[in-house]
């Protein structure tokens, strides 16, 4: 069974919330100096505490940056400005999604041979909205949003597949919520680095030689890897059943 993540390795994410945090500080700016202040480390700050709150998605990263503005501006920021920021949420929730180059062609054959599930993270309301619109969900069998991405949610879905981790691959631009809690378990990761990450999913690192991850520049490189790692799989290479 193959797994894919969602953003930044089916479609554009990180690069809208970059975007957003940017309009963010140049509100901020008004009020403070960027740089003093240290706003953007300040607002990673308010989201890392606020995630077993809010969750990951753009509510939780709106509601950060409100909470962030009060506290750097002493509690100085007009409320029109507060609401400047919530249409910078507003924005995110509406962005249509946008496929990466040569994804639905890598997802379609690599269902051609293989079962494939998506498992992703996020607000729930918005990523069944990507999902919908993405025009790939046909191709899933199981198609599973999360709360966090960790060893003990991915031995809960191999369960539920009733898969044992040797059996499975998970494919994502993420090594801390993709690949390193797969590997974890026994498992196989595909890495399929993003120009862009979000400092939480930073970090981790995996061994270059580490004999179950291949890493991909491109979609299109996809079905190859897959095939090869399987094809390790089968042969009993790295076997391991927990």
Same mark, same amino acid.
């Given at each position: 069974?193959?797994?894919?993540?969602?953003?930044?390795?089916?479609?554009?994410?990180?690069?809208?919330?970059?975007?957003?945090?940017?309009?963010?500080?140049?509100?901020?700016?008004?009020?403070?100096?960027?740089?003093?202040?240290?706003?953007?480390?300040?607002?990673?700050?308010?989201?890392?505490?606020?995630?077993?709150?809010?969750?990951?998605?753009? *509510?939780?990263?709106?509601?950060?940056?409100?909470?962030?503005?009060?506290?750097?501006?002493?509690?100085?920021?007009?409320?029109?400005?507060?609401?400047?920021?919530?249409?910078?949420?507003?924005?995110?929730?509406?962005?249509?999604?946008?496929?990466?180059?040569?994804?639905?062609?890598?997802?379609?054959?690599?269902?051609?041979?293989?079962?494939?599930?998506?498992?992703? *993270?996020?607000?729930?309301?918005?990523?069944?909205? *990507?999902?919908?619109?993405?025009?790939?969900?046909?191709?899933?069998?199981?198609?599973?949003?999360?709360?966090? *991405?960790?060893?003990?949610?991915?031995?809960?879905?191999?369960?539920?597949?009733?898969?044992?981790?040797?059996?499975?691959?998970?494919?994502?631009?993420?090594?801390?919520?993709?690949?390193?809690?797969?590997?974890?378990?026994?498992?196989?990761?595909?890495?399929?680095?993003?120009?862009?990450?979000?400092?939480?999913?930073?970090?981790?690192?995996?061994?270059?030689?580490?004999?179950?991850?291949?890493?991909?520049?491109?979609?299109?490189?996809?079905?190859?890897?897959?095939?090869?790692?399987?094809?390790?799989?089968?042969?009993?290479?790295?076997?391991?059943?927990?």
């Amino acid at each position: 069974m193959v797994g894919f993540d969602a953003d930044d390795t089916l479609w554009r994410s990180q690069d809208f919330f970059d975007a957003a945090q940017l309009e963010f500080e140049r509100i901020l700016g008004r009020y403070i100096d960027l740089a003093d202040a240290r706003a953007h480390e300040r607002l990673y700050e308010v989201e890392s505490r606020n995630i077993a709150v809010f969750g990951y998605g753009v *509510k939780g990263m709106v509601l950060s940056m409100i909470e962030a503005a009060v506290e750097l501006t002493d509690a100085r920021i007009a409320a029109t400005d507060l609401h400047r920021i919530v249409g910078l949420g507003k924005d995110l929730l509406r962005h249509p999604v946008e496929l990466l180059p040569g994804v639905r062609e890598a997802v379609e054959a690599i269902a051609a041979d293989f079962e494939v599930v998506l498992i992703t *993270k996020g607000d729930l309301f918005h990523q069944e909205a *990507k999902v919908r619109d993405c025009g790939l969900a046909g191709l899933f069998r199981r198609i599973e949003i999360v709360s966090e *991405k960790d060893p003990p949610t991915y031995a809960r879905l191999l369960e539920e597949f009733d898969l044992p981790a040797h059996r499975f691959v998970m494919i994502g631009n993420s090594l801390r919520s993709d690949i390193a809690p797969v590997l974890a378990l026994g498992g196989w990761g595909i890495h399929v680095p993003y120009h862009t990450t979000w400092a939480h999913e930073t970090g981790v690192e995996i061994a270059a030689d580490e004999p179950r991850v291949r890493i991909v520049a491109t979609a299109g490189e996809l079905p190859a890897a897959v095939a090869a790692l399987a094809q390790a799989a089968r042969s009993g290479g790295f076997r391991n059943d927990c």
